[in-house]
Nanobody, 125 residues
Framework: VQLQASGGGLVQAGGSLRLSCAAS????????VSWFRQAPGKEREFVAS????????TYADSVKGRFTISRDNGKNTVHLQMNSLKPEDTAVYYC???????????????????WGQGTQVTVSS
């Protein structure tokens, strides 16, 4: 599956952005999809994930209550709604997908073999 991330931009602290991850291929509904982010000089970190069948969601503690991940299998798209943004949310955001991600590996970037190109999110203070 090929992934295309979009929706990044520059926003003031407290503002909102909605990221989208569009996928090609008819079997998108079979994939676990997650968002990761990487700030300059830092390692890539897990942000949020949504399972394929149950739609169960998982969030990093740092974004819980502010970010919401959702999927529209009919449109082969996963969204990340980001509210109450903080300067520390500034990073390049990547969507990732894989069929074989077990629950215990959800937060591990090495569990995903398909990655989008990334979209920049900048939050000014």
């Amino acid at each position: 599956v090929q992934l295309q991330a979009s929706g990044g931009g520059l926003v003031q602290a407290g503002g909102s952005l909605r990221l989208s991850c569009a996928a090609s291929g008819p079997t998108f509904r079979e994939y676990v999809v997650s968002w990761f982010r990487q700030a300059p000089g830092k390692e890539r970190e897990f942000v949020a994930s949504i399972r394929r069948n149950s739609g169960h969601t998982t969030y990093a503690d740092s974004v819980k209550g502010r970010f919401t991940i959702s999927r529209d299998n009919g449109k082969n798209t996963v969204h990340l709604q980001m509210n109450s943004l903080k300067p520390e949310d500034t990073a390049v955001y990547y969507c990732a997908a894989d069929r074989g991600v077990i629950v215990s590996s959800t937060r591990n970037s090495r569990a995903y073999s398909n990655w989008g190109q990334g979209t920049q999110v900048t939050v000014s203070s």
